[in-house]
Nanobody, 129 residues
Framework: KVQLVESGGGSVQAGGSLTLSCVAS????????MAWFRQAPGKEREGVAA????????YYGASVKGRFTISQNNAKTTTYLRMSSLKPEDTSMYYC??????????????????????WGQGTQVTVSG
């Protein structure tokens, strides 16, 4: 069973930065699609960014492109989300998700949540100011 554990959330002033981490275990194969989603109270889940783990291709949602960067460690066991120039509207619970590579191939920057099978518990990000 795939387990995803997020960390790194917290409170930050507008314009600041945070880096989230997601440690994955229990999966097989290195050809996967790892993504970050977010969901604020009363709002739909929104795709933030994804990375095709075997080749490193990245995808971003329109609202974060140019401000957020998704990356992974060499072992492809940890996925990061570097968030810069944070805005109050970035306040949300952030979730890590895992899917077969097809989620990146067919979803791309649309980041369809329905393609992702495994989800972490989430980490809260609050941006004030």
């Amino acid at each position: 069973k795939v387990q995803l554990v997020e960390s790194g959330g917290g409170s930050v002033q507008a314009g600041g930065s945070l880096t989230l981490s997601c440690v994955a275990s229990g999966y097989s194969g290195s050809n996967r699609c790892m993504a970050w989603f977010r969901q604020a109270p009363g709002k739909e889940r929104e795709g933030v960014a994804a990375i095709w783990t075997s080749i490193g291709t990245t995808y971003y949602g329109a609202s974060v492109k140019g401000r957020f960067t998704i990356s992974q460690n060499n072992a492809k066991t940890t996925t990061y989300l570097r968030m810069s120039s944070l805005k109050p509207e970035d306040t949300s619970m952030y979730y890590c998700a895992n899917a077969p590579a097809r989620a990146c191939v067919i979803g791309g920057s649309r980041l369809p949540a329905s393609e992702y099978n495994d989800w972490g518990q989430g980490t809260q990000v609050t941006v004030s100011g």
